[in-house]
């Protein structure tokens, strides 16, 4: 017992740091987004579509993908990243999706 209340504090502790070491780069987040929403722009001026807010997909939304104009690049990073996908549907309204996707993690065995 005694073994066990010693070894929780440096579990918790190497928990902790994990998840911290895990966090994707918060600038790294706003470029990602900055970028989609300047193509969502552009597209959205060229076609005469309002600029469409992206929103957070959850798994309950059904996606109508008829038309893909943008989808972030696939990022070297070992963990969760942001990613977000500007589209339009069957109704010709354009949309954009901000998700999570496993990144590509180069030194993974």
């Not at 066990?4 to 470029?31: H, M, W």
């Amino acid at each position: 017992m005694k073994l066990l209340k010693r070894l929780l504090p440096i579990t918790l502790l190497l928990a902790a740091g994990c998840t911290y070491a895990q966090s994707f780069p918060e600038d790294k987040v706003r470029q990602i987004e900055q970028k989609s929403v300047e193509i969502a722009q552009k597209y959205a001026e060229r076609t005469g579509k309002p600029v469409p807010e992206v929103q957070d997909y959850s798994y309950s939304m059904k996606l109508n993908v008829a038309k893909v104009i943008y989808q972030s690049p696939n990022i070297e990073y070992c963990g969760a990243v942001p990613m977000i996908m500007v589209f339009e549907d069957s109704n010709d309204e354009l949309r954009s999706i901000r998700y999570r996707s496993y990144g590509e993690c180069r030194n993974q065995r």
